[in-house]
C-alpha cells in the first residue's frame, strides 16, 4: 500500500482512521453467522406506556413468528414507547369484541394493540391488526396483510412503523435495513475474517455480503436501497466496488494507485463521490457511474477525505486538515463538478470529522473530540449549535435512520467493538447492537425499503 507519502504529513484523523483499520482482534472464534443481539439500556421515564397484545394463531403450537414481540421490542426501542409487559395485560384479546375497557383504564396505556395470524394454504398467512384507543374504544388504525411465512417478520415492522406515524405524526423506520462490517479470528487459521452484512433495523435475518482475510470498510446504500457501494483490502490495497444485493453481481469503481476510500452515492443514485490520492495528495473526487468519467472536486495540499452530499445533490461536505486540524467544509457542486468556493462548517473543539447530513437537510451528525474521547455529535446548520449526544470514548461512522430521528455508530464496550443507536435530541439512552463474539463496525442505515 502506497501510504508512505501521505503519512509524513497525515493528521490525527487519519492516523486513527488507519490504525482502526488494522486494529486486530484478540477473540477467537468460528462461526457462520454472528446475528446482531440487541440490548435496552433501561426504561425511559418519559416513554409512552402502550399494549400490545399476543396476537392469536389460527393453528396448534407456536405462532411461526411472534408478531407482538417483534412490535414491542421495535417501540420499546424508540426510546419513546414503553410497552407493558406480558403480566401486566389485565387480558389478553385479539377481537375488538371482546374487550373489556374499564379494565385497560387502570393499565396507564393510552392505546392497545391486537391482531390475529392465520394460516390460509400454499404457504401463505394472513395477519390483521387494530390499534385502539382505551378510552374512546375507536379503532384508530386497521389493516390485513397476506405474506408468505419469510415476510412475516416484516409485516412485523410495518405494523410498528405504522403505529409509530400514527402516535407520533413522523414515518417510522423499523422496516429498514443496517449494513455493517464483523471482524473476528478464524479458530483454525489464527486469521482475521471480515464480513459485510446487511440485517433488518433489530439485527435480524443477516444476510452475509462478502467475506474476506483482508480489511472491508466504509459500507454505503444507494439511494434505492438495492446496492451497497465499499471499500475492500482484498487485492491488498484499497479498492471501491459497487455490488446489487439481490443477484451479488460485483463492479469494479476505483482501482487508481494509492487511496482509494469513503465513496458516497448522491441523492439521485448517478454519481458517487470519494476519496482518492491518484494524483499524489488525499482529494475529493465525483464519478458519474454509467460512465466512469471522474470529476476533481478539491485541490489542496491537505488531507481532504470523507465526503457526504447534500440532500438536493448540489453540495458536499468533507473533512479536511486543511487548518491545521481536522474540520468539516462545504463545497458546492453542479453537474460539471465544482462550482463556489470551500465553506468551514465546524469551529467547536480541535476535532470534527465524519460529517453526514440529516435527510431534512438542516443538520449535520459527525464525530467531534470532547475531553480526549470521540464522541457523536449534531451540529444544526442553521445556528452552528453543536450539541455531543453520546459519553463514549471511541465512536465512529455515525448514520442517520431515514426518519432523521435516530442515529446509529459504532463504539467500544470493554475493548470490543459494538453499534449503538441514540435519538438525536439526546433524550433516551443508547440502544446496543453487539455480536457475542468479534467486533462490529462500520455500520450503515440504510434508506426505505420499497
Do not use: C
Not at 492516523?15 to 482482534?25: G, I, M, Y
Not at 418519559?46 to 411472534?66: C, E, L, R, T, Y
Not at 430521528?405 to 470490543?416: D, I, P, Q, S
Not at 443507536?421 to 439512552?429: L, N, P, Q, R
Amino acid at each position: 500500500m502506497q501510504y508512505a507519502k501521505l503519512t509524513r504529513r497525515v493528521s490525527p484523523f487519519l492516523l486513527l482512521f488507519f490504525s482502526l483499520l488494522f486494529a486486530v482482534n484478540s477473540i477467537f472464534v468460528n462461526q457462520a453467522h454472528a446475528v446482531l443481539e440487541v440490548e435496552i439500556k433501561g426504561g425511559f421515564q418519559s416513554a409512552a406506556p402502550i399494549a400490545v397484545v399476543p396476537f392469536s394463531w389460527s393453528q396448534s403450537g407456536k405462532a411461526p413468528v411472534d408478531i407482538a414481540g417483534v412490535i414491542s421490542a421495535d417501540l420499546a426501542r424508540s426510546g419513546i414507547f414503553s410497552p407493558l409487559n406480558l403480566n401486566q395485560l389485565p387480558e389478553r384479546p385479539t377481537m375488538s369484541g371482546s374487550i373489556n375497557f374499564p379494565r385497560w383504564k387502570n393499565s396507564n396505556a393510552e392505546n392497545l394493540v391486537i391482531g390475529q395470524i392465520t394460516a390460509i394454504g400454499q404457504g401463505r398467512f394472513e395477519v390483521k391488526f387494530k390499534m385502539l384507543d382505551i378510552f374512546s374504544g375507536k379503532n384508530s388504525i386497521e389493516y390485513r396483510y397476506e405474506v408468505k411465512q419469510n415476510q412475516l417478520r416484516r409485516v412485523a415492522h410495518q405494523i410498528s412503523d405504522q403505529i409509530y406515524q400514527k402516535l407520533t405524526h413522523t414515518k417510522g423506520a423499523f422496516d429498514t435495513l443496517i449494513a455493517y462490517v464483523i471482524v473476528n479470528n478464524d479458530v483454525d487459521s489464527k486469521k482475521r475474517i471480515y464480513t459485510l452484512a446487511v440485517a433488518d433495523s433489530d439485527g435480524y435475518g443477516e444476510q452475509i455480503i462478502l467475506k474476506s482475510k483482508k480489511p472491508i470498510m466504509s459500507p454505503v446504500w444507494s439511494p434505492n436501497g438495492k446496492r451497497l457501494a465499499y471499500v475492500s483490502f482484498e487485492k491488498n490495497r484499497s479498492v471501491i466496488y459497487m455490488q446489487e444485493l439481490k443477484s451479488g453481481q460485483r463492479k469494479t469503481i476505483a482501482q487508481f494507485k494509492g487511496i482509494n476510500s469513503a465513496p458516497v452515492w448522491s441523492p439521485d443514485g448517478k454519481r458517487l463521490a470519494m476519496t482518492l490520492s491518484k494524483d499524489g495528495n488525499s482529494e475529493i473526487y465525483v464519478m458519474h457511474i454509467a460512465s466512469g468519467v471522474l470529476q476533481r472536486v478539491t485541490n489542496h495540499y491537505s488531507i481532504d477525505t470523507e465526503p457526504a452530499w447534500a440532500p438536493d445533490g448540489r453540495s458536499l461536505v468533507f473533512t479536511s486538515d486543511r487548518a491545521g486540524k481536522p474540520q468539516i467544509y462545504q463545497v458546492a457542486i453542479n453537474q460539471k463538478g465544482r462550482s463556489g468556493n470551500h465553506r468551514r462548517l465546524t469551529y467547536d473543539g480541535d476535532y470534527n470529522a465524519g460529517a453526514s447530513f440529516s435527510p431534512d437537510g438542516k443538520s449535520l451528525v459527525l464525530i467531534t473530540r470532547e475531553q480526549g474521547s470521540f464522541r457523536v455529535a449534531v451540529l444544526d446548520l442553521a445556528n452552528r449549535y453543536l450539541q455531543v449526544l453520546t459519553r463514549s470514548r471511541l465512536d465512529e461512522s455515525p448514520s442517520f435512520a431515514p426518519n432523521g430521528k435516530m442515529v446509529l455508530y459504532a463504539t467500544e464496550l470493554r475493548g470490543r467493538g459494538i453499534l449503538e443507536a441514540i435519538s438525536v435530541d439526546g433524550s433516551h439512552s443508547p440502544q446496543r447492537l453487539r455480536v457475542l463474539s468479534g467486533d462490529v463496525r462500520e455500520p450503515a442505515w440504510s434508506p426505505y425499503r420499497h
